[in-house]
C-alpha cells in the first residue's frame, strides 16, 4: 500500500511516441523521481534509417526494430502502454485513448511526421512513402511483384511499364532507396527470372530542387549524382510531379510537361507533422508551420503550457533566425534528453543551460563502396565513407543482437551480392485489430 501510494503521488510524465525522441527522453528519465507512461501505436522501435533496406529486401524488419518494452526493461519507473491517443486536453491535462484518460503533469510529445503529397492525398495509395515498418514492407511488396508481374507479361510495352520505377524526391531516402534499388536490378536479381533481365529496368528518380541531397554540400551532391548516374539510375532535377495515376506518372520541368509510364512509385519527397499536430494546435492555440509542424519555445513548449513539450519531427524549432533543427534522429535524441533534464530541474527548483543542438553531420550511402559523408570539418566520399557509414548505423541500433545479425547480413551481402528477405508477403487480413485493454466495457451476463 506504500509503494502503491508512493507511487501515485510521483510527478507523471507521459510520452506519446517511442521513436528517436521520446525514447531518448524515457531513457534519461530512469533514474528521475518520476513516474514515466510512455505510448505508442506500436509495441516497438524502429530504427528508420534503415528502413530503406527492409523495403528492397536486405533486411528483415526484426533486424531493425526493437521491443518497447525490452529497451526499457531496467527503467522500473516505465510503463509501456500500446495505444493511440486520439486527444489531448491541456487544461485537464489529461490525454484521451480510445477508451481510457491517463492524467499527466508533464506532457512529452514526439510522434513524428507522415508522408507529404503537397495538397493531394489522393496520391498515398499510388505512391506510398517510407516511414514506418509497415510501409516498407508495403514498398518491398510493390518492388518485387512488379518483377514477377513483368515475368509474366508478353506484350513488350506492358512490360517495360513493370520495369519502370519512379523515386519521387532526391534527399537522403530517397538517394538510398535508388542506390538499393539499383544494386537490386543489376545485381542480386540478374539470374532470378528466365523471361526478363532485371538489369533492363528503369528506375527514375524525381528532384524537385536543382540537386539531389540539397542540404549537402554541392561537391559531395555532385558525387553522389555521379554514382547514381553509373548505377543505371537517371536523375531528373528541377522536376515537379502535377499528376498521378494507375500507370502514369505527368512531370514538369521548366516549361515541358512530360509523362512517364510507370506501375510503381515510391514516395520519399516531404514531410508533414503527425496528424496529432491539428488537435494540440485546436486544444493550446499553438501555430503550425506550413509543413504542420508545432511552432515551439527554446524550451521545446507549446504556447502557454509550460508542461507541454513537443520534440522530434513534429517540432518547429528554431536554432537562429536562419535554421530549423532539423528532422534527423541526432535532433529528435539530443531534444528528448534535454526536455527530460528540463523537466527533472523544474521539479528540483533548478534551472539549466539553454539547449544547444550538436550537428553530428550527415551521411548518405549510394549502394556498396559510396558513400558521402559531411562532418563540417571533414567531407567524405567513397569506400572509406562507406565504412564508416556501416560502423555509425550498427552502432546505433538499439538491440546487441541486432548489430550482429546486420554486421553478418552486411558482411553476406558484400560477397554474394545476396539479398536474403524478398519475400512478398500481404496477409489480406486487417491490422485494426482492438487491443483487449481498450475494447469498450461489456455488460455482464449471469448464466445460470
Known sequence: ????????????????????????????????????????????????????????????????????????????????????????????????LKYREIRYDSLIIATGASPQYFGNPEWAKKAPGLKTVEDALEIRRRIFLAFESAEKETIPEKRQDWLTFVLVGGGAAGVELAGALAELTRSTLKEDFRNIDPATAKIILLQSPERVLPTYPAQLSEQALTKLKDLGVIVKTKTKVINLDEQVVTVRQGEQIEQIRSRTVLWTAGMKGSAIANNLAQSTGASLDRMGRVIVSPEFTVGKYSNIFVIGDLAHYCINQNHLLPGVAPAAMQAGNYVAKLIQSQLQGKTIAPFRYWDWGNLAVIGKHAAVIDFGFVKLSGILAWLIWMFIHVFYLLEFDNKIIVAIQWIWSYFTSNQGDRLIVSSGISSKIELESEREPQALVQVS
Open 1 to 96: 500500500m506504500f509503494q502503491e501510494n508512493k507511487k501515485q503521488s510521483l510527478h507523471h510524465v507521459v510520452i506519446i511516441g517511442g521513436g528517436f525522441g521520446g525514447l531518448y527522453a524515457a531513457k534519461s528519465l530512469a533514474k528521475a523521481p518520476v513516474k514515466v507512461t510512455l505510448i505508442d501505436k506500436q509495441n516497438f522501435h524502429v530504427f528508420q534509417p534503415l528502413l530503406y533496406q527492409v523495403a528492397t529486401g536486405g533486411l528483415s524488419p526484426s533486424n531493425i526494430s526493437s521491443p518497447l518494452r525490452a529497451v526499457l526493461k531496467h527503467n522500473k519507473n516505465t510503463e509501456v502502454l500500446m495505444g493511440e491517443v486520439t486527444q489531448i486536453e491541456p487544461e485537464r491535462q489529461i490525454v484521451k
